[in-house]
């Protein structure tokens, strides 16, 4: 079973539009990330999440992007106004013990 | 500025070779070292190291770390069609959730 479920598992956009990726992490988990990997590039951090507030982020997380845990199991990152630059491949983490688990990511097309 | 490089970046060998992956990391404070892999999507967790010298093993797949040389091997035996993929290494640096990826090196089994 996997540690987290990620939707959508792919998604286009046009820039400019909002775009909100989810992720489903096992109930007891407590620490949550969003890494991005741009296609041909290295995975890349960009926010970690404890206790319903940011813990850190990354240079890449401005403005334009925002994270939150709405109902207590979701976890979402939100892209205010995409751009071009977005396309992405998302991935949600979580944290058991000191080791990271990924999800099948959510891979974005800005167009 | 925490950095972690791999190397070679790519790699092609035949069924039953066994593959040496480098991994050299520069971390400001060291926690451990991880090794995923990536085929389609995901990075799936191989090995945590955080003990210098003490091998892990997993299957036909092990790793060990030299912390007073700062680097890792990954070795997988007896190559599989299925072992092509991104492997991954990473490092925690500001915390165990925020991981410097290297760029990966990408294995093909060939039959």
């Known amino acids: 079973e996997p540690e987290v479920t990620q939707t959508p598992s792919h998604q286009v956009t046009q820039m400019g539009q909002e775009v909100i990726l989810r992720c489903v992490p096992i109930?007891?988990?407590?620490?949550f990330y969003w890494y991005r990997q741009i296609l041909g590039q290295k995975v890349e951090f960009l926010v970690s999440?404890?206790?319903?507030?940011?813990?850190?982020k990354s240079e890449i997380f401005d403005d334009q992007f925002s994270v939150e845990r709405p109902d207590g199991s979701n976890f979402t990152l939100k892209i205010r106004s995409t751009k071009l630059e977005d396309s992405a491949m998302y991935f949600c983490a979580t944290r058991t013990g000191n080791t990271i688990y990924f999800g099948e990511g959510s891979w974005l097309t800005v167009v | 500025e925490d950095k972690v490089v791999q190397s070679p970046l790519s790699l092609v060998v035949h069924e039953g070779d066994t593959v040496t992956l480098n991994c050299s990391y520069e971390v400001t404070n060291f926690r451990s070292l991880l090794w995923y892999k990536q085929e389609k999507k995901a990075p799936t967790f191989l090995f945590m190291l955080t003990s210098s010298g003490i091998e892990k093993k997993s299957g036909r797949l092990s790793s060990i770390l030299d912390k007073k040389e700062l680097f890792s091997i990954l070795n997988i035996t007896a190559t599989q069609t299925g072992d092509s993929a991104i492997y991954l290494c990473a490092g925690p640096t500001d915390s165990w959730g925020k991981l410097q990826f290297g760029a990966g090196t990408q294995v093909v089994v060939t039959p």
């Open positions: 999440f404890y206790n319903n507030e940011i813990s850190e």
């Open positions: 109930s007891n988990h407590l620490y």
